[in-house]
């Protein structure tokens, strides 16, 4: 990517100078923001800076930073790169639209300084009206959705309220839509046209009472939008807001369609990368949407029906964009966005945004609306906490793409045709791929496994003809994120599943056992298995132990680990041997060397292993001789992440497998692997990051397909 970050300056460390270019976003570690450097060194040697830096600075020394402060700074940065898998949230993609070049953490060192103060700007502002919310409302558990609504910042919004906010499709009321534009818009007109009136009632002159009100319009309009940082629905109705107000101030009545055309157009002129994100679809979807439901359109209802009418219309008209972008669809959404909407921006924001003038205008009584934009909320929720937990309130279908996404949009386009049009209903059939399961059905005998990306961590997914088996869940850290609900449920959702039959957990380091609680609280479990750890007894469910089986369309799956004797830490890892269509698999979680030892005395040439899941990432600590001349599996797949602290895989590790005659893969560069065990069919893996080249992803390098280790 142009602007991006020297291959030769990844892991270095480098002095940079620059500038602060975007609220941080604050956590209980630390802080993370965007840092536009003017100037870097490395070595005391000048190279060319990337154009944009996302930087986390953690630890207790972290310095109070503000939007447009001059900051020199000891970083080590790595160029963009995310996890790649089926289904999840494409990181590389967000980096790319967003112009940052490479991503990092601040070095605790002498040489972080702040250079120079934040000059006046909007930046500046919009840190002090956060400021000033946070005084007002202390710690309010609204802090963060007053924050969203009064200057679209929304790192302080707990996972627990974007649970509620996405079960109930009301999301979007927290990133100032174009409701909220165009409702103070509205005011804007109507209070410089009385304003427009009383000067020339004073003045004993005529004021263009029209033109000054759309001039305020415009202005309510741009104000806002700023303040909640031109994201793209606030930039599609600042777009129309103008040119509603020029064309009825040339006397021009402009149509529906020139309308949202003209918004379109500006909205990526200001902005080309727009495309990328899902919001400039379903804004403009969703404005397409009300005016195709009002085309052609007789006797229509009263004023409830019509606001009823409206939000079916959405919500059913938006379920390919949202099957396609996010693999989940709100039933409850019309019915909970009824009730949100008025409320959120009748009462919510006008005292959100008159408590952020207040703040400014009377200081001392600074608390009292933004408290009461709080208590608006607090009648709010426990509706919506009802609505996100009824029973018919979700439905989840598979992620669509391509030729599905052209047929379900189709599908949906008919269905909601005004009536008159012939074969209409037949939009049901265009629909249909949302229901069907993701890719070809598997024969009897035969499995498929897919070895997630979840970073430094573990999570594989196995899939028979009629059952699904997890074994571990991913990491979940500090820094928010959970790999049961970033990347394992995305992906479940993303292949179509309902339910899963065994989920199976290693030990309980929280790199495989740290996604099970929010795997378990969004899909059903059959079984759940543990290793003999008291950090995942919460589980429940059975203990790991040798001679456990179980067997599913002609597949047998065997718990050969931990056996008799007292096993603890990693050598307590339950270790699976899978076996179908005249392929072995071997899934060994963390054991270490004396599990190996174990293992090889136990079962000797019964080892042996087509694929092998390596021990402990490809640790130093695993992957001994007996073990590799045991197992002798021609693929050795690593589960370690890109770049990783710990260096997985070791070299060595690589290099005794490597003589043995495997070929091996990195899933930190492969991205998801998948492999297909079928019957008289040899296993051949597919890399997801390989099969899919997007021109913001990164090429996996050695340890991909295409050059496996």
């Not at 930046?123 to 919310?133: N, P, Q, S, T």
Request: glycine letters at 12%; charged letters at 20%.
């Amino acid at each position: 990517m142009q602007g991006g970050l020297a291959p030769e300056l990844e892991g270095r460390e480098l002095v940079v100078e620059g500038r602060v270019a975007s609220l941080p976003g604050r956590s209980e570690q630390g802080v993370v923001f965007l840092f536009e450097p003017r100037r870097v060194w490395l070595d005391g040697r000048p190279v060319t800076p990337p154009r944009r830096i996302r930087l986390g600075w953690y630890g207790a020394r972290t310095a109070e930073l503000v939007p447009g402060e001059r900051w020199r700074l000891r970083v080590r940065l790595k160029r963009p790169h995310g996890l790649a898998n089926p289904g999840g949230f494409d990181y590389e993609r967000w980096l790319f639209r967003e112009g940052i070049g490479a991503t990092g953490h601040v070095r605790e060192s002498r040489d972080n300084r702040r250079l120079g103060r934040a000059p006046a700007g909007i930046d500046l502002l919009r840190h002090e009206l956060r400021r000033r919310i946070d005084a007002a409302l202390g710690d309010s558990p609204w802090t963060g959705v007053i924050t969203a609504l009064a200057i679209g910042d929304r790192h302080a919004i707990s996972p627990a309220q974007w649970q509620v906010l996405r079960a109930t499709g009301t999301n979007h009321l927290v990133a100032i839509s174009g409701l909220h534009i165009g409702l103070l818009a509205t005011a804007g007109f109507f209070l410089f046209r009385w304003l427009a009136a009383l000067v020339g009632a004073l003045s004993g002159s005529s004021l263009p009472a029209q033109r000054v009100a759309g001039a305020g319009a415009v202005l309510f309009a741009l104000g806002y939008a700023a303040l909640a940082g031109f994201a793209i629905p606030t930039l599609r109705a600042l777009v129309m807001v103008a040119v509603c107000v020029a064309g009825i101030q040339a006397g021009r009545r402009l149509s529906a369609t020139a309308l949202l055309s003209v918004a379109a157009i500006a909205v990526l002129v200001l902005d080309p990368t727009a495309v990328l994100s899902p919001g400039f679809w379903l804004s403009f979807g969703a404005v397409v949407l009300i005016f195709y439901g009002t085309l052609c359109r007789r006797g229509m209802p009263g004023r409830l029906r019509s606001l009823v009418r409206l939000q079916l219309l959405v919500g059913i008209g938006l379920l390919p964009l949202l099957a396609a972008f996010f693999g989940q669809h709100p039933l409850i959404a019309p019915l909970a966005n009824l009730i949100a909407v008025p409320w959120v921006s009748l009462t919510t924001v006008p005292l959100t945004l008159l408590g952020a003038l207040g703040s400014f205008a009377a200081p001392e009584h600074a608390d009292l609306l933004p408290r009461l934009a709080a208590a608006t909320l607090d009648l709010l929720w426990p509706v919506l906490e009802r609505l996100a937990v009824l029973p018919a309130g979700q439905w989840q279908p598979r992620m669509i793409a391509g030729g599905e996404l052209i047929a379900a949009v189709t599908g949906t386009a008919l269905l909601l045709a005004p009536a008159g049009i012939p074969l209409r209903h037949l939009g049901v059939i265009f629909l249909l791929p949302l229901a069907l399961p993701a890719g070809p059905s598997l024969p009897e005998g035969g499995f498929r496994l897919t070895l997630l990306d979840v970073g430094q961590g573990l999570s594989a997914v196995v899939r028979t003809r009629s059952h699904l088996l997890v074994y571990d869940t991913g990491p979940r850290h500090g820094g928010g994120f959970d790999a049961g609900a970033a990347v394992l449920a995305p992906f479940l959702r993303a292949r179509g599943e309902r339910r899963i039959d065994l989920l199976l957990l290693s030990h309980g380091d929280s790199d495989h056992a740290g996604g099970a609680r929010s795997l378990l609280a969004g899909f059903p479990v059959g079984e759940v298995v543990t290793a003999p750890d008291p950090r995942i007894a919460w589980a429940g469910g059975k203990r790991c132990r040798a001679g456990m089986e179980w067997r599913w369309d002609g597949v047998r799956l065997r718990v050969i680990h931990p056996g008799t004797g007292r096993w603890h830490g990693n050598d307590a890892s339950c270790v699976l041997l899978i076996e179908g269509g005249g392929h072995r698999l071997l899934l060994s979680g963390d054991i270490e060397r004396r599990a190996e030892r174990d293992l090889v005395a136990r079962l000797g040439a019964g080892l042996r292993a087509e694929v092998l899941v390596s021990p402990h990432h490809g640790s130093l600590s695993s992957s001994s001789v007996a073990f590799a001349n045991r197992v002798l599996p021609a693929w050795v797949l690593h589960p370690a992440g890109y770049r990783n602290r710990f260096g997985f895989p070791k070299s060595k590790v690589v290099a005794r497998w490597r003589v043995r005659g495997a070929k091996q893969l990195v899933t930190g560069q492969a991205g998801a692997i998948e492999m297909d065990f079928l019957p008289q069919f040899p296993v051949v893996p597919r890399c997801w990051r390989e099969d899919n080249p997007r021109i913001w992803r990164a090429r996996a390098g050695p340890g991909g397909c295409s050059a496996p280790l």
